[in-house]
């Protein structure tokens, strides 16, 4: 038999593999493409639960029109900044579909920061106002950091960022990062969700999962405002979540099974579609300038393998990584 080696990518490998946002942009629309018709596997991710409020989930996928097979094992635990830990950290594991052999591990961290605000991105593409110019941020860690960098790609008209966290030294920290990097941009620190809200056209709440109670009023989502929160519907109101005249997520069996397990505590709101059907052309994005419409994606296996596939090739074709022996 051969033996078997495994490619072993860290997370300064991946990063040094230069894969830009706007490239990772595409690989998440093309998976997302592939899930509204339906051209994927990916049951609904199970998980355990080793704290109470924490979570390791298993996350398969295969895309076969990508030639992309994996699993995410993946762990967010809210309290880690306090013990100067990341809050998400986890591994990728890529096969091959034609052999089932485990091609490559992976740093997911990385890629779980970069494809989460892919999809915000491509939520804003379809359902927010291509003239959006004010982006209201809350929560200044790495989804705070990410989601700007995505929504830079697909929002030219965006002027003004104002950025709030309950931590002063992250927003502080978040201006000396960002600022050099959008000249284009007013960055501005703001005192209260309230203000990085009202007024934004487009929303992005990035805190954590299990807040005691919303940030975020119904009265400050305003008529033509695309909100994506990524802490399921945690940081927003229940009246809030109801006023979105277009409610999309990415995979509606798993949102609702989160429903059914602590979120959405006054029921689901109607689902417009799946993100993947937006993107694919099944269902309308927005349609008018005064709706308000809302993308809650979970986070899907199939954007993580997408990525992961595309990091894989990169690293062989330039000898980067560890080979370890697996057998
Ligand atoms: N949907 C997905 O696919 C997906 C993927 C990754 C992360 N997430 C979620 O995104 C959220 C952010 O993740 P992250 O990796 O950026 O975490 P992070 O710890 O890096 O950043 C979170 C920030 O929010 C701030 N914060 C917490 N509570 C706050 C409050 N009440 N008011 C203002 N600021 C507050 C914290 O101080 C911190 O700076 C988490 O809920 C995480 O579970 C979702």
Redesign the pocket.
Known sequence: MSRIEILYLSQPDIIALGLSMAEIIGLVEAALREHGEGRVEMPPKPGIHPRPETFIHAMPAYLPRLGAAGLKW?G?F?E??QRGL???TGVLVMNDPETGIPLAIMDA?WI??M??AA?TAIGARHLARPDSRVLGI?????????NLVALAEVLPELRQVKV????PE?VTSYLAEMRPRFSRLTIEPVGS?EEAVKGSDVIV?????Y?TSP?VRAAWFAPGAFAAP???D??WEPAAVKLADKFVT?DAEQTRYFAAHGCFPEGMPPLHAQLGEVVCGKKPGRERADERTMS?????AL?DVAVGRRLYDLARERGAGTRLPLT
């Open positions: 993946i967010c809210p880690n900044p990341e809050q998400t961290a779980t920061a494809r989460t999809v809350v929560g200044a860690g790495v989804q705070g950091h990410t709030t966290d309950r931590r992250a969700v709440t990035a805190t954590m999962f807040l940030l990524l802490e399921a945690y940081a990415d809650i994606c979970l986070g899907m954007e």
